[in-house]
């Protein structure tokens, strides 16, 4: 078969962070050089909406229901994934150290975000509330997931893998796994 030709959907040097399709492949959810949160149209990249604000090295997701979009940052929100309006935060001020990664456990309740402080925190999504910090690490959490078990997996990039489970408060290492990216 013929390679086609990329299709391009936005070529405004406008440095683009975090890309996550809709479930649909829709939408594009990214966050811009300028820190925008902005949902795009798949095809044609029309924006859908835009809102302010994250960070460049932030990530911006889709909730697992797919109802909501939580952004890292300085400031963790909330938002309506159909019409971009705010649905809430996670913090009632801005924070000097930016989260950074997200991600969710398999029920969508939890929340899970690596910061720049070397620290992991997890909130209650529907309460809107922390309920856990882990210990620091001297680098920034770079990737984080969750475990069906109720493990946190988390890392900074080429360093250590580490686990921490918020439930027992038991911390582990991986030695010899250092991830790359």
Not at 42 to 60: K, L, M, N
């Amino acid at each position: 078969t013929p390679q086609s030709e990329p299709h391009y959907l936005k070529k405004d040097q406008r440095n683009y962070g975090t890309v996550r399709y809709s479930d649909d492949g829709g939408s594009l959810l990214v966050v811009t050089g300028s820190s925008a949160i902005e949902l795009l149209d798949a095809q044609s990249g029309a924006p859908r909406f835009s809102v302010c604000c994250s960070t460049i090295d932030g990530e911006v997701a889709f909730t697992p229901d797919r109802k909501t979009i939580v952004n890292a940052g300085h400031w963790p929100r909330l938002w309506n994934a159909h019409s971009g309006q705010m649905a809430g935060q996670l913090l009632s001020t801005q924070r000097t150290y930016p989260f950074r990664s997200i991600a969710f456990d398999g029920a969508g309740t939890t929340v899970v975000m690596g910061s720049q402080d070397g620290r992991v925190y997890l909130w209650d999504l529907p309460g809107r509330r922390l309920s856990a910090v882990s210990e620091p690490q001297p680098e920034y959490v770079d990737a984080v997931s969750m475990t069906s078990a109720g493990w946190i997996v988390y890392t900074a990039s080429g360093k250590t893998l580490r686990l921490w489970n918020p439930a027992t408060g038991k911390y582990r290492t991986l030695e010899g796994a250092h991830p790359t990216s």
